[in-house]
C-alpha cells in the first residue's frame, strides 16, 4: 500500500525555522520525485518544493527560494522540506505528493495522484 505521511508542523513564531517530514512506504523511494505543496486559507493548493528520484535534483518556488532547502534520507525513506525566516504568509496546510510516474520534478502531482494528509503550519506571535 502506497503511504506518505507528513509531519512536523505547528505554530512558529515570525522568522522562526521548521522541519518537515514526509515518510513515504509502498514504493521504491529511489525511483519517483516527491514533492511539497502549500495550501493557504482561501488561496489553491501550491507546489513550493520537489526532489528527483536519485537526489540529485531539486526544485523551488520563488516564494520559498532562498530560505527552504528538501533533501531526502533512503535510509528513512523520508523526504525533508527546511524552511527558515518564516512570515505569516507561510501559513497553511503542507502536503506531500508523488505521482508513481516520474522520477524527475518535471510533471506535477494531480489530485488523481499520491498524496499525504497534510499537516498545518501556522506563523504567528
Known amino acids: 500500500e502506497v503511504q506518505l505521511q507528513a509531519s512536523g508542523g505547528g505554530l512558529v513564531q515570525p522568522g522562526g525555522s521548521l522541519r518537515l517530514s514526509c515518510a513515504v512506504s509502498g514504493f521504491g523511494f529511489d525511483d519517483y520525485a516527491i514533492a511539497w505543496f502549500r495550501q493557504a486559507p482561501s488561496e489553491e493548493r501550491e507546489r513550493i518544493s520537489c526532489?528527483?528520484?536519485?537526489?540529485?535534483?531539486?526544485f523551488y518556488a520563488n516564494a520559498v527560494k532562498g530560505r527552504s532547502t528538501i533533501s531526502k534520507d533512503n535510509a528513512k525513506n523520508t523526504v525533508y522540506l527546511e524552511m527558515n525566516n518564516l512570515t505569516p504568509e507561510d501559513t497553511g496546510v503542507y502536503y506531500c505528493?508523488?505521482?508513481?510516474?516520474?522520477?524527475?520534478?518535471?510533471?506535477?502531482?494531480?489530485?488523481?495522484?499520491?498524496w499525504g494528509a497534510g499537516t498545518l503550519v501556522t506563523v504567528s506571535s
Open positions: 505528493a508523488t505521482t508513481l510516474k516520474y522520477s524527475s520534478c518535471t510533471i506535477r502531482p494531480g489530485r488523481s495522484d499520491y
Open positions: 526532489i528527483n528520484g536519485g537526489g540529485g535534483s531539486t
